[in-house]
């Protein structure tokens, strides 16, 4: 932007030429007697910029406050703060001055101010004088001293409207310099527009809700699945008093745009219910911060009510990150149409606003033409941007509208980078803070003064502002909008406002990209390992039976890998992906084919059985097991070189699939068994085992044969011996009946010396042989009969 740069108030070259003509006129009569007489205060501030030099920085003057902050005709304006003589000698009859300057007619004026607010050297001001001024006897080195000086506004005897640089200083003298001098000053500015200004700028601020990276992928095994956190950081942040917590109690007094991350409320949200944190190895602690979740999420729905909430992609992608290193990488840019996809349904279910998703902020609102595609490409047409980034190059005089057109029906909303950096650095302190916003008013009152033309302006500060940030942020924001040159204006708005004709539209080249936000990206190593684990996922979430249960936490947990928070954290980031990733890998392990030990088969053919194992507590199922072959001409697998089959298996329990072989040469063969997705995917690691096969042989099988027949001709052989042993036996048995009947003459008639025939036997060779005499061995049948396990069913 097109603005002179002369510092306003200070001589042309000829007052300058006079003045130090006019000091070495009057200095020469008192040169000869300036050992002897103490200096006048006329003399010493007529001195060279070396002795001026020398006192620099002797008394450190602090401006804690300063009410009100942009001052209206019949205001009294209060400044109190602190003097500090950092000297090794006391300060002697100190005085603290009010000094005003000429009007700062352009914003690079002010800037320029800025940068020399404690400088001796640079032109002071007028002093105030008469009574509103506060007097030290003595300021004692390392002592800090408070003051505080309330003067009329009419007093400052401003002109027309502007911005006024106001000095604070403090003179004194020192033993060894025992002259009234300059010995401190600290520079801020007055903002001076007591009327309401014909022509208001329409401003939005962006107030910003964002924090790191809380929640792991990991979640318990139970129906709920209970969410693990890295840690109990965020509790911390949304308790009372706590960053997050103080961005939403400031930002619901002010008329802001709230441009919020959806994981944040993810996060906030997970925590009102059963939560646990990680702990040391594999172990957890429960969370007990529910209440302060429930009491924060119920602060922020009150404080967006009737607001416009803007919801980044889920987990705020690096755009700038993903343009430079992401797009070589598989899947990174379906990565970031999922976190955009998501973030709307978040916003509304956690907040139950209606979000703009229409809108892409780069990191500090650097773009390039990679950047602005890439942050197009999941459907926002607005980019963020910033004047530091997107810089004026044509001959306006004044800072243009935020909005315009850059091609391809996107339009770049250009934050000014003056107003949205302010708040950047260590704004602990009051009097640092207090700086803070006099210049921030101070370069809004200047914008609006460029020109009477109606314009919008974006104030885009930093992402994660701390708490003593916001607090000055908030502060300035209120001046602002109780002021009379400003109005706020939401951020759709200003996007839709009509642009400035001349107002550059190329977006900068690649080149111009700044090297220090590039040294911070995440890596293209970073992006791999986020495709890889992408991979992983697709690969074993197609497998279950409740795909959501690990899809929904690993998918926002690679969304979380490529935040913009992870920026200058790279050994957190990667500790990240690798956690994400191993326990992705546990949980894909916990699906397996058990190992086998090598199988020896005795025939032609034979079945080999295969175990699935399922320690997940859910079914698996779309899976196929294939068992494949290394030599079928050996060995065959269903009647070719591998077979497949269907495979699923509920929670907690094993499955055995048998698959049928047919060997057709002896020897040994490698098996490998596979589990496969239904698209052919791999899944898991391979079994691999031998098998080793023995052919039964011609001659092998007629001996077995011939055996084989022996026992059965053995078995009938017995079979018929004691047929005809029991024929025997049942003949003896009607012959025995028949010798006992008393009708008999023979046996009636016996010889009483005849032996009786006890025992069946013979007394001799040459007794005769009854017909009921069995053959020999049928005597011992009888006296050792057979056992019942030998008796043969007729």
Do not use: C
């Amino acid at each position: 932007m097109a603005e002179a740069a002369d510092f306003p108030g200070t001589p042309s070259p000829a007052r300058r030429w006079l003045r130090r003509t006019g000091a070495l006129l009057a200095g020469a009569p008192l040169l000869a007697g300036l050992l002897q007489l103490p200096a006048s205060p006329a003399h010493a501030e007529g001195q060279a910029s070396v002795r001026e030099a020398s006192d620099a920085g002797t008394v450190a003057v602090a401006v804690d406050t300063l009410t009100p902050s942009a001052p209206s005709d019949g205001d009294t304006l209060t400044v109190s703060g602190t003097v500090t003589n950092n000297g090794k000698q006391a300060v002697t009859d100190a005085q603290v001055d009010l000094r005003v300057g000429s009007a700062l007619t352009t914003r690079s004026a002010i800037e320029s101010a800025t940068r020399k607010a404690d400088d001796l050297s640079a032109p002071a001001g007028e002093e105030v004088g008469g009574k509103y001024v506060a007097k030290f006897a003595k300021l004692t080195p390392g002592v800090a001293q408070p003051f505080s000086i309330a003067v009329p506004v009419d007093a400052l005897d401003l002109g027309d409207d502007g911005v006024y640089p106001l000095g604070v200083s403090l003179s004194g003298e020192t033993a060894a310099k025992p002259w009234a001098r300059l010995l401190g000053i600290q520079r801020t500015f007055l903002p001076w527009q007591p009327d309401k200004a014909d022509t208001t700028t329409r401003t939005t601020v962006l107030w910003p809700l964002m924090s790191t990276v809380h929640m792991t992928a990991e979640t318990g095994s139970n129906k709920q699945q209970t969410p693990i956190f890295l840690n109990d950081d965020l509790a911390e942040e949304i308790s009372p008093g706590g960053r997050l917590d103080q961005l939403v109690s400031l930002g619901k007094a002010l008329d802001v745009t709230w441009v919020i991350d959806p994981d944040l409320l993810a996060s906030v949200d997970a925590m009102t219910g059963t939560y646990d944190l990680r702990g040391e190895g594999t172990t957890t602690t429960a969370g007990t911060h529910q209440a302060v979740a429930k009491q924060w999420l119920a602060h922020l729905q009150e404080a967006v009510r009737g607001k416009e909430v803007v919801a980044l992609p889920f987990a705020d992608p690096d755009l700038a990150s993903l343009a430079h290193n992401g797009t070589g990488a598989t899947g990174s840019l379906s990565q970031l149409k999922a976190a955009t996809d998501v973030a709307a349904v978040t916003v509304e279910t956690v907040l139950h606003v209606t979000p703009s998703t229409d809108f892409a902020w780069p990191v500090e609102g650097a773009v390039d033409p990679s950047i602005v595609k890439i942050a197009t490409s999941a459907g926002a047409d607005k980019v963020i941007a910033r004047s530091d980034s997107l810089r004026e190059t044509g001959s306006l005089s004044y800072t243009p509208s935020a909005a315009r057109p850059i091609g391809g029906g996107t339009t770049a909303v250009v934050a000014d980078a003056r107003l949205s950096t302010v708040f950047q650095g260590d704004l602990a302190r009051a009097s640092v803070s207090t700086l803070a916003v006099q210049e921030f008013l101070a370069q809004s009152l200047a914008l609006n003064l460029q020109t009477d033309k109606q314009r919008t302006v974006v104030v885009a500060p930093q992402r994660m502002p701390t708490a003593s940030q916001a607090q000055v942020m908030a502060r300035a924001v209120t001046a602002l909008q109780d002021g009379t040159w400003s109005q706020p204006q939401q951020l759709t708005a200003a996007a839709a406002a009509k642009p400035d004709a001349g107002a550059t539209t190329k977006v900068p080249a690649r080149s111009k990209y700044l090297s220090s936000l590039r040294n911070r990206e995440l890596s293209r190593s970073a992006f791999e390992e986020i495709a890889t684990t992408q991979a992983k996922l697709d690969n074993f979430k197609v497998i279950l039976t409740d795909e959501s249960r690990a899809a929904t936490p690993f998918g926002r947990a690679v969304n979380r890998e490529m935040s913009t928070s992870w920026r200058g954290r790279s050994t957190a980031a990667s500790s990240f992906r690798q956690g994400v990733q191993n326990y992705l890998d546990t949980l894909t392990d916990q699906v397996k084919l058990i190992q086998k030990s090598d199988t020896k088969l005795s025939g032609r053919s034979a079945t080999i059985p295969v175990t699935v194992q399922n320690n997940l507590v859910q079914g698996v199922e779309h899976l196929r097991l294939r068992l494949t072959s290394t030599n079928p001409t050996r060995l065959e697998i269903g009647g070719n070189a591998s077979f497949e089959q269907p495979i699923a298996v509920s929670g907690g329990h094993s499955t055995t699939v048998k698959f049928t072989t047919s060997a057709n040469v002896n020897g040994q063969t490698s098996v490998v068994a596979q589990l496969y997705t239904e698209d052919g995917r791999p899944y898991g690691a391979p079994v691999t085992f031998d098998v080793k096969v023995t052919e039964i042989t011609a001659t092998v099988m007629l001996v077995i044969g011939g055996g084989v027949l022996l026992l059965v001709l053995a078995g009938f052989r017995m079979y018929t011996q004691r047929k005809r042993a029991a024929a025997r036996e049942a003949e003896d048995d009607t012959r025995d009946e028949a010798d006992e009947t008393p009708d008999t003459p023979a046996t009636a008639q016996e010889p009483k010396d005849r032996l009786p025939e006890e025992s069946g036997v013979r007394s001799g060779a040459d007794e005769p042989v009854q017909p009921s005499d069995g053959a020999p061995d049928t005597a011992v049948e009888r006296v050792d009969p057979s056992g019942t396990g030998e008796r043969v069913d007729r």
